[in-house]
């Protein structure tokens, strides 16, 4: 890059944000957030209320770029109607109150990239995905899809809109690698049937270079896949993590029925297969550090990240 520069992120309090503000504060830039508390914060905290339509717009005056990653927690809480409605808002209107506020607001920002996520997709059983797939018809692919579309609108403001759909990340701190060591460690091996649905996965570090090699390239715009060029089968996912684990288990099938009966609705995205192409990402000049599945699990439980 030319100069350093100073980058707002929304949703820093989350896996990727916390990990991404190390990362940009490691390097010389300039990191700020805007959250719904001001509440611990290492670095400029300026806050803002979705419900409440509520933003402090200083927070855009010295911003040179933003990444936007706010969003609630998929997978925290049992999915009902409320928290369907929680995790939609907190993704769409959190996006459409950001760039109403970007469009009555003076400011230099240049470049918006914001998360969205391969659940864009639904369940595509055998189909190599790239960006120009339609979206699928799941309760999350409407919530990708509808996200992406407000995010897109910067580029009405002349601020350029990349978006990026992040696959399973992996991180033994949060999401999958923790849940599914967790039964590992008492020699369970879950198998969400029929195993040979695809997961496409990426590694926290990995994301997250992501999202700073899209501040930095000015010719990317729209959506990208945010996953390894290698995505495996959900058995080979959990063979290869108990193998790093070095846990003998026992196989122990879960069909789709009896996990929607225990976990609800979100289980669903256990059984979809996602094979996502990052071909449209490495064309930018992106190289992975963690391509294999196996290093990059090892990684995650040898470094506390």
């Known amino acids: 890059m030319s100069f350093l520069k100073t980058i707002l992120i929304t949703g820093a309090s989350g896996l990727i944000g916390k990990r991404l503000t190390e990362i940009l504060l490691s390097r010389g830039y300039e990191v700020h957030h805007l959250s719904r508390t001001k509440k611990n914060s290492v670095v400029p905290s300026f806050a803002w209320n979705i419900e409440k339509k509520e933003l402090d717009i200083s927070s855009f005056e010295n911003a040179d770029a933003i990444i936007h990653l706010a969003g609630t927690n998929l997978y925290e809480k049992r999915w009902n109607d409320v928290v369907k409605k929680n995790i939609y808002n907190s993704r769409v209107e959190g996006t459409k109150l950001l760039m109403r506020a970007l469009s009555y607001t003076p400011n230099k920002v240049k470049s918006i990239v914001s998360a969205s996520g391969i659940g864009y997709y639904g369940n595509r059983k055998d189909d190599l995905l790239n960006e120009d797939a339609s979206p699928g018809k799941t309760f999350l692919a409407q919530v990708c899809a509808d996200w992406e579309n407000e995010a897109r609108k910067a580029e009405e403001l002349k601020i350029r809109a990349v978006q990026l759909r992040a696959g399973i990340v992996l991180s033994k701190n949060d999401g ?101 192409s990052s071909e449209k990402i490495l064309a930018t000049g992106f190289q992975f550090k963690y391509s294999n599945l196996k290093s990059a699990i090892e990684d995650c439980f040898t470094n506390n990240e």
């Open 176 to 276: 999958a690698l923790k849940e599914l060591s967790l039964p590992l460690k008492y020699f369970v091996k879950p198998i969400f049937l029929p195993g040979t649905q695809h997961w496409s996965w990426i590694h926290l570090d990995d994301v997250c270079e992501l999202f700073i090699h899209s501040i930095e390239n000015e010719n990317m715009h729209g959506a990208f896949n945010a996953t390894s060029p290698h995505a495996v089968t959900y058995s080979a996912f959990i063979r290869t993590l108990a193998q790093v684990l070095k846990k003998k288990s026992i196989p122990s099938p879960l069909p789709g029925w009896l996990l929607r009966i225990i976990s609800g609705e979100f289980a669903a995205t256990l059984f979809h297969d996602c094979n996502c």
